[in-house]
């Protein structure tokens, strides 16, 4: 939705909530100073009977506004979750995709991902029945080859990558 569009939703949302508030107000006013005997002088009863129609009419139409609003954000959700799922098919793509690019053999490739996913060397090296030395050895290898430093430095790539091409949610302002 435009900003322009978005503009007189919420101009009129906010006209709808001030004349819920002076409703309420009203009515709470009217209650309590009846039952602590605050109020000397009734109104007459054509502006009590327009005001609280008035509120009624303000709180009914609230409480409609109130449940478009709720499922306006439950649809936004689903969107948000769809774009969530996507965009984890998609960050095994964008992987592969860098592991060819920075030219990574099917062994660096495993490594780099077990390395990703939070695995120490041992249990790397145990998981590929390998030494931990030869997994250093291939970390260091991976390291030279995609410029990076470290596994922060790696893991922090491919968030920021996948991060870079996303846009605000739609619905968003």
């Given at each position: 939705?435009?900003?322009?569009?978005k503009l007189p939703r919420l101009f009129a949302a906010y006209v709808l909530l001030a004349l819920q508030i002076v409703g309420s107000l009203f009515f709470m006013w009217s209650l309590w100073s009846e039952i602590l005997g605050?109020?000397?002088?009734?109104?007459?009863?054509?502006?009590?009977?327009?005001?609280?129609?008035?509120?009624?009419?303000?709180?009914?139409?609230?409480?409609?506004?109130?449940?478009?609003?709720?499922?306006?954000?439950?649809?936004?959700?689903?969107?948000?979750?769809?774009?969530?799922?996507?965009?984890?098919?998609?960050?095994?793509?964008?992987?592969?995709?860098?592991?060819?690019?920075?030219?990574?053999?099917?062994?660096?490739?495993?490594?780099?991902?077990?390395?990703?996913?939070?695995?120490?060397?041992?249990?790397?090296?145990?998981?590929?029945?390998?030494?931990?030395?030869?997994?250093?050895?291939?970390?260091?290898?991976?390291?030279?080859?995609?410029?990076?430093?470290?596994?922060?430095?790696?893991?922090?790539?491919?968030?920021?990558?996948?991060?870079?091409?996303?846009?605000?949610?739609?619905?968003?302002?």
């Amino acid at each position: 939705m435009t900003k322009k569009k978005k503009l007189p939703r919420l101009f009129a949302a906010y006209v709808l909530l001030a004349l819920q508030i002076v409703g309420s107000l009203f009515f709470m006013w009217s209650l309590w100073s009846e039952i602590l005997g605050f109020r000397q002088e009734a109104l007459p009863w054509e502006y009590q009977e327009l005001i609280q129609m008035l509120a009624s009419l303000a709180m009914a139409l609230g409480a409609v506004v109130g449940v478009g609003y709720v499922r306006t954000n439950y649809q936004r959700l689903d969107r948000v979750n769809t774009q969530v799922k996507a965009m984890a098919g998609q960050f095994h793509e964008l992987v592969a995709i860098q592991f060819e690019h920075w030219g990574l053999s099917n062994s660096e490739q495993s490594i780099a991902t077990y390395t990703m996913k939070r695995f120490s060397n041992a249990e790397i090296a145990k998981l590929r029945g390998t030494s931990e030395s030869t997994i250093k050895s291939q970390l260091n290898a991976i390291y030279r080859r995609t410029g990076l430093a470290n596994r922060q430095q790696l893991t922090t790539f491919f968030v920021e990558e996948l991060l870079q091409n996303v846009g605000p949610v739609a619905g968003d302002g």
